[in-house]
Structure formats: C-alpha cells, structure tokens
C-alpha cells in the first residue's frame, strides 16, 4: 500500500514540475524576446552614434567652406534628442545605461557649444575661431560614446547566450520528465491490457472465461431492427461459453480422478 502510495506520490511531483518548468520556460522565451529588441535596437543606436559623428564633421566642413547648413544641424540635434530619450519616428529607442546617457549628455553640450562656433565661423570666419580644436573633441566624444553602445550590446548578447543555455536546459529536463511519463503512462496500458486478459480469457485456451460469458450473458438482447443475424451471433456466442463451462467442469473431475 506504501508503494502504490509513493508511486501516485512521485507521478504527482513529476507532474508539478512538468507544470512548473513549462512556466518557466514561457518566462524565459518572454525575457529573450525583450533582450533580442534590446539588442536589435542597440544596432540602430551604434548606427546613429556614427552617423551623428559624420554629419557633423561633414557639417563643419561646410561651414569652414561657407555653406550654411541649417537643415543639417535640425537633424543632428534630432539625432542626438533620439539617441538620449528614444525617438519613434526614427525607430530609436533609449538606451537604459548609465555610463552611455551620461556621455550623451556630454554630447550635447558639446554640440551646443559647437553650434555657438559656427555662428561664429559665419560671422568671423573660420581662422578668427577655435572650431577646429572643438570639432576634435566632439568627434572623440561620439567616438567614446559609440564604444558605449556597443558594450552594452555585449553586454546584452552576453545576457541572451546565458539565457538560451538555461532554456535548453529546461528544454531538456522538460523533454525527459514528459518522456517519463509518457513510457510510463505506455507500461500502465499495457498492464491494463494484461489485466483485462487474465480477467476475460482463459490462459490455458485463450478463450473467453466465466466472467466474459457472464458479462455477455447479462447484455440486453438486441432489439429488433437490428436483424436476425446479430441475434443469432448472440446466441452462439453464450451456447459456446456455456459448453467451455462444461468442458471446464470435466476436465476438473476426470482431471482429478485420472491423476
């Protein structure tokens, strides 16, 4: 009785935890999913930093030679706005590091002090100016602020290959406590069908025993548009079983008597 206990016991504990790391699991594919978007939008920030860095040395080139290019300082400001706080329409989003949006910062200072020299340029000239030197060190601080963005992205695919070694290892448990079950649950049917055969048949002549034919004995006699046939099938079968009894009680008297 303590064994069949333990078993039900043991089935019960396979099944919670079946359930269990099935959960978990959900929970650990719902995390990498939000680590993949973080990395896949990490690129487009890794992108913008450096294209932030081209357009403004493009733009300070310009300047020098005389062109005025107020659209391209519109769209290194809304670069640099989208790669601190997240911009929809260019599909960045914000980068949730320390370290990088402090060195944003410093960028856009850096650039607003630049955006004074080139007024500067415009109205002085380029050689009345010290916007060379500051185009310098704007281009080092995108520069700095790249290798952030791209730590952080290693960061984060350093966080999903962790992640994807514990869901196949979850996998893996999952797969062999469900393939437990499941060649357990084939050994109980087989049993099943065991059982059923030492109840019905007979062993030594693999015909139906007593309680077969009492079974089929007490079934309802078929009504009658069912058909003569299906009547008289019945019939044979309980006139068969009813000679298997008498066999049977021979075989047990002059059986013993011959012995």
């Known amino acids: 009785m303590s064994e069949v206990k333990n078993k ?32 896949q939008g990490t690129a487009r920030i890794v992108n913008y930093t450096g294209l932030v860095r081209g357009e ?3 733009l300070i080139k310009l300047e020098i030679s005389t062109k005025q290019e107020n659209e391209m300082i519109h769209d290194i400001r809304t670069f640099i706005d989208g790669l601190r706080n997240g911009n929809d329409e260019l599909n960045l989003v914000r980068l949730n590091d320390v370290d990088f949006q402090n060195k944003m910062q410093e960028l856009d200072d850096k650039f607003s002090d630049l955006y004074k020299k080139i007024y500067l340029v415009r109205f002085k000239g380029a050689r009345n ?3 060379i030197p500051e185009s310098e060190e704007f281009f080092v601080i995108c520069d700095e602020a790249t290798g952030l963005a791209e730590k952080y992205s290693q960061k984060k695919a350093t966080s999903l290959s962790l992640l994807e070694k514990y869901i196949t290892a979850d996998i893996v448990v999952l797969m062999l406590l469900i393939g437990y079950e499941f060649i357990k649950a084939i050994q109980y049917a087989a049993m099943n069908r065991l059982l059923q055969r030492k109840v019905y048949l007979d062993d030594a002549t693999g015909l139906p025993n007593k309680n077969k034919c009492e079974e089929l004995l007490s079934e309802e006699e078929p009504d009658a548009d069912t058909g003569v046939c299906s009547f ?3 019939k044979r ?3 068969r079983r009813k000679m298997f009894w008498n066999m049977s009680i021979i075989s047990e008297n002059r059986g013993h008597i011959t012995a």
Not at 12 to 28: D, E, M
């Open 129 to 131: 100016t010290d916007i």
């Open 8 to 39: 039900k016991k043991k089935s019960s504990i396979i099944q919670v935890s079946i359930g269990v790391l099935a959960v978990i699991l959900a929970i650990l594919i719902i995390i990498m999913m939000g680590i993949v978007s973080d990395i």
């Open 232 to 234: 008289r099938n019945f």
């Open 237 to 239: 079968r309980c006139i």
């Open 56 to 58: 403004t040395q493009r």
